[in-house]
């Protein structure tokens, strides 16, 4: 019989006992320095244990992290007492994290470490906490200037394996999102294909469409991490997780919704930096400014701030208290839920376990407020408290659901608000929608005219208050698109506003149970700019289109 040397069988068995010799020596060490051992050669590691340290800091350390339970994360090193692994050890420690170290052989690291090329660019998956820091992620950020570059990442990503693609995607999606200030991400699952679509500047654009096998694999790992139910597939669900960057924390809201082909989510990116606008740059007129910077400096009385979900209302609260915050006042905000952490001042959440409104506002008034601000007046308990909060000595600012500023006095009627002390709380209501901005890099001059013109005239000729009137009027601008507005034509957003001052006239109509229209009819001597008046200076003066202004509000009554 013919002996046939196997060389490949001869090299394995070669390397099956090297690496059983380097495993022997391995735990041997162990027993001798006191630290115990781990074979990650026949060990599962753990994906979310594995992210806590990065794959480059992990390769040039000699570490992996392979097991995390709560805070206990086992680490495994090939050398335990290097300054590189101690320094590892500390940071984690840091994070609020109770480390074990391990000994391991530099084949069971490279076992694991085998697990970053599959594994999420999310540094950690668990409810309530997705941390994009990675460098990967960073970079997406970095490049992700333009929706067409977030499309072409996205399209790439859906050629990668499942498993790495299913969390990219997500990661690639938040990121984006991030990159080019949208507002929401909404999935919107269909027959045969999922879509994904970004809310920029209020208005929703088309990003890319994918298969439904893979949205189902990504709609279980958002609940994951928003901490909602994944066995739940026939009612809403609302969730959260927050994102930590460089930057600072961004909080996404989940929303999860039933429809006919699978659930449709929302998740709405609530970024500091989107609130970081000062009361100056709201868009706000110039007169009407001043008579709200007055009112602020009252020590008592509501201002109210009225408009439909997603008018920037909580933006423009938000600017009151950071005009107005000081070290000599105290201010108290009661909100459902707390959208932006404001610093210096003390912010309470309500929820729908009997801390509520009206629970929340009284339990504020006994902490001796100068300020207090409520996110939304809801029903008759909370406008009562809140009414009288004004008349005793608090400063008052809160939020409304009415479609104008007039709208305001029958809407607290409604409420069962007492017609003769609303006029003595409020001093001012005010109503606002928010318009797109025009890009300053691509806007086009025309001339104004035809039913354009006529239409700008119209509202013009309604102004009261004639100085306000700019001499101006032969031109506007219109949207064209360049690579700087995502071929939009449009950069940013501006509010509109409108206020209804409570003065002698607006009180006596005030006792009569009036009408909307009543009420503006009473008002308007003040010479204060409707929204449509305000919207058409807007145009005039460059701001924004004709076109937007319509999409928001109507110009021909």
Known sequence: MTLVFDEDKQNRKMADLLHKEEEDLVQMLAGKYGVDYVNLTVTAVNADALRQIDENTARTSLVAAFALIDKKIKVAARNPQ???????????????????????????????????????????SKAGSLEISSEEIA?????????????SILENTMTAKKSYRVSRILETAVAGALAIDASDIHFEPEETYVQLRYRLDGVLQEV????????????????????????????????????????????????????????????????????????????????????LLKEMDRPDGMILTTGPTGSGKTTTLYAFLKKIHN????????????????????????????????????AAVRQDPDIIMIGEIRDNETADIAINSALTGHLVFSTLHTNGAAGTFPRLIDLGVNSKVITSALRVAMA?????RLCQYCKKEVVLEGDAQREIEIVINSIVDKTLVPTERSKMWLAVGCEKCNKTG???????????????????????????????????????????????????SGMTSLSELERVIAIED
Request: proline fraction near 4%; avoid cysteine; hydrophobic fraction near 40%.
């Open 82 to 124: 290097d300054e590189k692994v101690v320094a590892i050890v500390e940071t984690l420690k840091t994070k609020g994290y109770a480390p074990e170290i391990y000994i391991t052989s530099t084949q069971g690291l490279e076992k694991a470490w085998k697990i970053y090329k599959d594994m999420s660019f999310a540094y950690e």
């Open 139 to 151: 970079a997406i950020i970095d490049q992700a200037k333009s929706l067409p570059t977030i499309i």
């Open 208 to 291: 890319i469409r994918f298969d439904t096998e893979t949205y189902g694999l990504l709609l279980s790992r958002i609940k994951l991490i928003s901490g909602m139910k994944l066995n739940i597939k026939k009612d809403s669900q609302d969730g959260r997780f927050s994102i930590r960057l460089a930057i600072g924390e961004v909080e996404v809201r989940v929303s999860i919704l039933p429809g006919a082909y699978n659930e449709s989510v929302v998740m709405r990116i609530l970024n500091p930096k989107s609130i970081n606008v000062s009361l100056e740059d709201l868009g706000i007129h110039e007169k009407l400014l001043k008579i």
């Open 327 to 362: 070290t000599q006042v105290k201010i108290i905000t009661i909100e459902d839920p707390i959208e932006y952490h404001l610093p210096g001042i003390v912010q309470t959440q309500v929820n729908d376990k009997g801390y509520n409104f009206p629970e929340g506002l009284r």
């Open 432 to 436: 606002q929608r928010l318009t797109r």
């Open 490 to 540: 449009y950069k940013g957003r501006v509010g509109v506003y409108e206020a209804v001052l409570t003065d002698q006239k607006v009180e006596d109509a005030v006792e009569n149970n009036p009408s909307e229209r009543e009420i503006w009819l009473a008002a308007n001597p003040q010479g204060l700019l409707t929204m449509k008046q305000d919207g058409v200076l807007k145009i005039l």
